[in-house]
């Protein structure tokens, strides 16, 4: 089943680096409408439960810690074709390997302090968007 809706996180480098307003205005611009969004902090912990798929992976312990380093931005997105059309828009996981215009290739710093986090299935991007949000406050 398709939602057309995502999930997205501004991770901490996009934001401590102030480029929020920069990487909203391309998702808008892409045709996403923002449907939830919250400026929050994870713990380490809860971002252990956001990445609990990766706890088998080399550069999970790191990858909590970073994301536990600053504020992030949690958004609900909604376009048709959501998941395959943000994955596109940020472009591949490691920045250097990503294309051009896309946010990871305009923003990130590396791998791990890679931007943005986009949803990898319909699935998923229920399940992300709900660790974030209840339906109330989604419009
Ligand atoms: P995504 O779907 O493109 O976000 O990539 P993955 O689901 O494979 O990985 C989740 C997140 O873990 C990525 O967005 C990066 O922040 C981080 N990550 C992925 N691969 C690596 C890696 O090889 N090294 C490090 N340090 N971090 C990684």
């Known amino acids: 089943m398709t ?3 995502t999930f997205t996180m501004i991770k901490p480098d996009a934001v401590a680096a102030g480029h929020t307003g920069a990487i909203l205005k391309m998702i808008e611009e892409a045709g996403f ?8 902090l994870l713990t380490p912990e809860r971002a252990g439960q956001f ?3 990766h706890a088998e992976r080399p550069f999970y312990k790191d990858l909590c810690a970073y ?15 959501a998941v395959a059309d943000f994955r596109k828009l940020i472009g591949a996981t490691d920045p250097a390997k990503a294309e051009e215009g896309t946010i990871r290739k305009l923003y990130a710093k590396s791998i791990e302090a ?9 699935e998923n991007a229920a399940i992300e968007g709900s660790f974030y949000f209840s339906h109330t406050e989604q419009f």
């Open 67 to 81: 994301m536990s380093s600053g504020a992030i931005i949690a958004a609900i997105l909604e376009k048709d074709n």
């Open 114 to 122: 890679n931007a943005v986090h986009g949803s990898d299935s319909d």
């Open 3 to 5: 939602t057309n809706r």
């Open 51 to 53: 990445y609990a798929v």
């Open 33 to 40: 409408r923002i449907v939830a969004m919250k400026k929050t």
